[in-house]
């Protein structure tokens, strides 16, 4: 005998729309002998149901427990209804309209189903390079509005045929409402074409443009690549003739070049591998992952150098499977741009900025609507932290900590490197993707871009603004247009603080926990006494902070030329400490020294006495510059952001490690301010050059005796403030050497430490911690 029929609404939110959904939820409903409908709109997905209630029950038990593999499901609100609905079975019904309150899903990597498809030869998808499904292929690099739905992306150019169509719409189809589901007759095409934009025909019968890209590359060739989010600029990595000509073309004669490798089976050929890198490396994901490089791995020193590890990632789309197929060793796969410019995305830009790089061009006319780099992680302390967000993980939304329920809605602005922007809504952070540096007014113009379009997407209306307080910001400058223009309240936020707080609110640190300590190591940031700093020990909440310490303050000769020209760094220290002639008369015989002697030292030493564009400086970033200067690393120029310090750490990392004896830095007082004070570490280091010590061995005790000293500071301020957490955030924090050897040592002296896994602790994090500063001042001051 049937029981009482009842009838519940539910509402399930979260990144619920364009991942197969409500398929899932009509095969559970029939499955359950459910009858009703369930559609998507602004909201999310809503669903009409009518049962016993031991059935709808068990219907809403499976749906937490077998989620679609993208889906997210933030919150499931069930409401029983007088009314029971008038259909007969479940069905799914169309879209509905309304206030946005949705996410997006990221781009995800192929899925097997997919790979299948394009593998087998009777399939009518065999080797179709823009294959996907509901589990997987491009979300964010497409989509153009909400609700996401076929007319809402760039895919609404290509009218599906029968059988694609027929696939669209049963619910017990993988492509059921796949908004770039295709085929080879009505979908995409992909073709190769030389630099004057003459196409290439396949040179043997039955084969394809991706067959021709693959023997051209064999054969040497750099391929401009149009890809899921953006251009790559490929070439053969064993081929070291391939790798010198692609450095010479695109002016980046250092930087590291990512790799795309076939399998794990190539990659560990070349990088060890454990099985937590593995699984990132095979996630929806799909990022670039940073790994140790192996003693054996036989590839051209200009592939990465000076550097101990390798950034490798794995086809994430069926164009990179197909053309990575066959292919036993890695493929440089480099974002395609001239130097210090974002990726193409169009096929005409590419064909403009591109031509002097590449020696053919794979392209296709399936439109990138967004860039969209990709993501780069690194395990580091046994956890995955993020070091660039961007592909497949953005705009994923980030739940904001216990306390930020009633948090204001805002939009902070981000940074000037490394730029991402956030908009805060329903307690949730929706933090962009990697946009870049807004130095470039290429990035510049992608970032308005992207704020226009993240405004549609989430219908967002900010209430109130947030910024860097550096007055010369592009971001902060834009934000005090907007808050004119819309008479919007503008709180701008020390670049320190808001490093700290990212990490806290990455860690779900409640609104009301009270303080930590903060150590904030980077390059540069705006201090809040007009001086710039980038070593500092901060006592900190979401509401406010106090500099409690800092790295000693030394002048930056030449301001941003001390950036770009590591040796000014050294200079300065030991100018500063010693005075230039005591150091002649003492290591003057020292090659480090002798040379920085012919330099034009008299001119620094009378801008730094005289305080002539000779700004001061707590800058950790530049410590590190100036010891990778005396150790003739990157000693005249660096020619990408950071490199004498990675250079330097990758010095450490091949030293013996024979020695725990670091070079310590001494704690004392600059003008009522605690402060390491680096006097200490220079004879010492010296010294040991004197003694022939290698530079390996250097670097490694620095990094010894700088992760110490900063422990030994941060100990001391800790128990006299009585705060027993510890956070870490900053650039100079993406230094696995140094993270690893800071964070062991703090847990080790009984201290909880908070740190970066979801957002980075570079400036691309920088605009979370913005977000959730204004977020609390809105909470607690209305």
């Known amino acids: 005998m049937a029981g009482i029929e009842v009838a519940e609404q539910i509402r ?53 427990k077998e989620p679609p593999p993208l889906a997210s499901i933030e919150s499931l609100d069930r409401q029983p209804q007088t009314h029971l609905p008038d259909e007969r079975e479940f069905i799914i019904t169309d879209s509905r309209s309304g206030e946005v309150q949705t996410g997006i899903v990221p781009d995800a ?23 996907n499904c509901t589990h997987c292929g491009p979300r964010l690099t497409l989509i153009e509005g909400i609700p996401y739905d076929r007319a809402n992306t760039s895919m609404r150019h290509f009218p599906l045929c029968a059988d694609c169509e027929a696939e669209y719409l049963d619910p017990a189809d993988r492509r059921f409402h796949a908004q770039p589901n295709a085929c080879p007759v009505c979908g995409p095409r992909v073709w190769l074409c030389n ?19 693959h023997r051209y590359l064999s054969d040497g060739a750099i391929l401009a690549i149009k890809g899921v989010g953006g251009f790559h600029l490929a070439c053969d990595a064993t081929n070291e003739s391939a790798v010198t000509r692609l450095r010479e073309r695109k002016g980046r004669y250092y930087k590291p070049f990512a790799l795309m490798a076939r399998d794990h089976a190539v990659i560990r050929n070349y990088c060890e591998v454990s099985e937590d890198e ?15 490089r192996t003693a054996e791995a036989r590839l051209p020193e200009n592939v990465a150098p000076q550097q101990t590890s390798l950034g490798f990632m794995l086809p994430y789309s069926p164009l ?12 440089v796969m480099t974002s395609g741009n001239r130097i210090e410019e974002p990726q193409c995305i169009d096929n005409q830009e590419a064909a403009e900025r591109l031509l002097p790089l590449a020696d053919l061009f794979l392209l296709h006319d399936r439109e990138i609507t967004n860039r969209v780099d990709d993501s780069v992680v690194r395990i580091m302390d046994g956890v995955p932290r993020s070091l660039r967000r961007a592909r497949g993980y953005a705009p994923a939304p980030l739940q904001l900590p216990e306390g930020f329920e009633q948090a204001a809605t805002l939009l902070a602005m981000g940074g000037e490197l490394k730029n991402t922007f ?34 549609a997407l989430f219908d967002h209306r900010p209430a109130r603004l947030v910024a860097d307080l550096h007055p010369n910001y592009r971001s902060t400058q834009h934000a005090k247009v907007i808050a004119a223009e819309r008479d919007l309240p503008l709180l701008q936020v020390q670049h320190h603080h808001a490093h700290i707080a990212s990490v806290l609110a990455d860690n779900g640190w409640p609104l009301r926990a009270g303080k930590v300590l903060g150590i904030a190591l980077d390059g540069t940031g705006y201090g809040d006494d007009g001086t710039v700093w980038g070593g500092e020990f901060l006592l900190a909440d979401y509401l406010q902070y106090q500099r409690l310490g800092k790295l000693q303050s030394i002048p930056l000769p030449g301001g941003s030329q001390a950036i770009l ?12 400490h010693f005075g230039w002639q005591q150091v002649i008369q003492q290591w003057g015989d020292l090659e480090p020294i002798a040379w920085l002697n012919r330099q034009p030292v008299k001119v620094l030493t009378g801008m730094i006495e005289g305080g002539v564009n000779s700004p001061l400086s707590s800058s950790c970033g530049r410590l590190f510059d100036a010891v990778a200067a005396l150790l003739n690393i990157c000693r005249e120029s660096i020619s990408y952001e950071g490199q004498a310090a990675i250079e330097l750490e990758a010095a450490a990392q091949q030293s013996t490690r024979s020695t725990s004896d670091g070079y310590a830095l001494q704690t004392q007082v600059e003008n009522e301010m605690v402060s390491l004070d680096s006097a200490a570490l220079w004879p010492s280091l010296l010294d040991d050059l ?71 602790s570079n400036d691309g994090g920088l605009a979370l911690g913005q977000a959730v500063i204004g977020a609390a001042r809105s909470i607690t001051t209305g």
């Not at 359950?32 to 369930?38: K, P």
């Not at 990597?109 to 294959?131: E, H, K, S, V």
């Not at 020209?565 to 500063?576: K, M, Y």
């Open 422 to 455: 956030c908009l805060v809504r329903q307690g949730q952070a929706i933090l962009s993707q990697h946009i870049g540096d807004l130095e470039n007014l290429i990035s510049y113009h992608d970032y308005l871009k992207n704020l226009d379009l993240y405004a």
């Open 109 to 131: 990597a192929t899925c097997d189903a997919c790979l299948q498809d394009i593998r087998d030869p009777a399939n009518r998808r065999y080797r179709y390079p823009f294959t």
């Open 278 to 292: 593995a699984a990132l490396l095979s996630s929806s994901a799909a990022p670039i992952v940073l790994l140790s």
């Open 565 to 576: 020209q590591p040796w000014r760094n050294v200079f300065s220290h030991l100018h500063h």
């Open 12 to 64: 399930v939110q979260g990144l619920v729309q364009g991942v197969g959904f409500r398929p899932t939820v009509w095969r559970l409903a029939r499955e359950i002998g459910l009858r009703g409908a369930v559609w998507n709109d602004s909201q999310g997905v809503e669903i009409h149901v009518c049962g016993e209630q031991l059935q709808i029950d068990r219907f809403c038990e499976r749906l937490l």
């Open 320 to 331: 990179h499977h197909l053309l990575l197929s066959g292919w036993d060793s890695p493929l």
């Open 690 to 760: 004197r003694a022939g010590h290698d530079r390996q061995e250097i670097a490694w005790r620095f990094h010894l005796g700088l992760a110490a000293s900063v422990c030994e500071m941060a100990t001391a301020l800790a128990h006299a403030n009585g705060v027993g957490t510890v956070a870490l955030s900053g650039g100079v924090f993406q230094n696995k050497t140094l993270f690893e050897l800071v964070i062991n040592q703090l847990e080790s002296g009984g201290f909880s430490v908070l740190s970066y896994r979801n957002v980075p």
């Open 195 to 213: 630099a004057k934009g003459k196409e290439i025909m396949p040179s043997r019968e039955a084969e394809d443009a991706l067959h021709e890209a």
